[in-house]
């Protein structure tokens, strides 16, 4: 009994649990307020409360901000942890890099890419999905895919249900091949050296050799790569999309809100607020924001919550390595509660009222 007890107190220390106990306070920086815009500042007791919330429900960080400030911030801001599948809205960026630079065509087919697979070869209708189909999750190929998720796996459609284009599926096969395009048509070797070249300068990540690892899981050629960035390094990806849907500079003028209107229904729940874009979630009005706002997400209830129309962002960082058992123990949030969290801070920024309904 006592040897099982060691193995559990070694496991619950390698998985940070202690770090999510009595060491966080919310932190303004010294040069920030709470206060964005015409909103109303937030009281003591609402950060409190915020403070209280991050806690239950294992948050690592929380960072709020605008487009040129930050609000608040609370817990390890500053630690690069997995982002998981904000990694394609990393991609997104990445992209439109290269079609501003002309190396990368929307309409190119995996035909004109050369993009097949292993024990899968493509046929002519799969060959035939475009850039675009890929960015929208619609390509109509239905492969195995590395870093695939369960319920991915347990929804995917039998191999030539749909044509490219025709149904939208969370697709990593999309993803991962994208990335595979991405760094051939940049002309690197391995789409973490396009990362390093076309992102990481832009939200300034030091050593970003350090930040990108392969993944391919032994079920495509196709790698996944797993990205790490800190809360604030996600607050500057934020600023990134915001500054760039007013004044284009790396991306082609109307990138952005072409990426982030909606293109899909996410039709597995009834009652969602959630749409698909192009590598962005998109959000009906919720919390207080009367317009369409965007979401780049990962598992484990990571996210980063963009809110055009009112000069906001809210960055929620988790701790999810290892993702599977830190979801058996409980480590990691609902997505609903983490994503309610976001709109009762949203809701006491712009009503001054700490409440929210959930997404779905």
């Not at 051939?184 to 690892?213: H, K, N, S």
């Not at 390094?233 to 004044?247: G, N």
Request: hydrophobic content about 45%.
């Amino acid at each position: 009994m006592r040897k099982r007890w060691i193995i559990a107190c070694s496991l619950f220390a390698a998985l940070g649990v202690g770090a999510i106990w009595g060491k966080h306070a919310l932190r303004p920086r010294d040069n920030a307020t709470v206060v964005a815009g015409p909103v109303a500042p937030l009281t003591a007791a609402i950060n409190e409360r915020i403070a209280k919330d991050a806690v239950a429900l294992n948050t690592a960080a929380v960072i709020v901000g605008t487009g040129d400030s930050e609000l608040l911030a609370w817990g390890d801001a500053d630690e690069p942890l997995d982002i998981r599948s904000i990694r394609k809205s990393v991609l997104n960026l990445v992209l439109g890099r290269l079609v501003k630079e002309g190396r990368l065509e929307l309409d190119a087919s995996l035909e004109d890419l050369g993009i097949d697979d292993r024990d899968f070869a493509l046929d002519a209708v799969e060959r035939s999905a475009s850039v675009r189909d890929l960015m929208e999750a619609r390509s109509g190929v239905y492969h195995l895919a590395a870093r695939e998720t369960r319920s991915a796996a347990m929804y995917r459609p039998e191999r030539g249900a749909h044509a490219p284009g025709e149904f939208w599926y969370y697709n990593n096969w999309d993803f991962n091949a994208l990335e595979t395009i991405a760094a051939q048509a940049a002309g690197d070797a391995d789409y973490c050296d396009t990362f390093a070249r076309y992102a990481a300068p832009v939200l300034e990540i030091a050593a970003p050799d350090t930040r990108c690892e392969v993944q391919l899981d032994d079920v495509s050629i196709h790698a996944a790569h797993a990205i790490t960035m800190s809360a604030r390094e996600l607050a500057d990806l934020a600023r990134v999309f915001m500054q760039e849907a007013q004044s284009p500079d790396l991306l082609p003028e109307g990138w952005v809100a072409w990426s982030t209107e909606a293109v899909s229904d996410f039709h597995f729940i009834d009652d969602s607020r959630f749409n698909y874009g192009r590598l962005f979630w998109v959000i009906d009005p919720y919390a207080g924001v009367g317009e369409l706002s965007y979401m780049m997400r990962g598992a484990g209830s990571i996210y980063v919550w963009v809110m055009p129309s009112e000069n906001l962002f809210v960055v929620h960082q988790v701790r999810t390595s290892p993702l599977y058992l830190r979801n058996r123990l409980g480590l990691t949030p609902d997505d609903n509660d983490a994503w309610t969290f976001g709109g009762r801070i949203a809701s006491a920024l712009l009503r001054g009222r700490y409440e929210a309904e959930p997404l779905y």
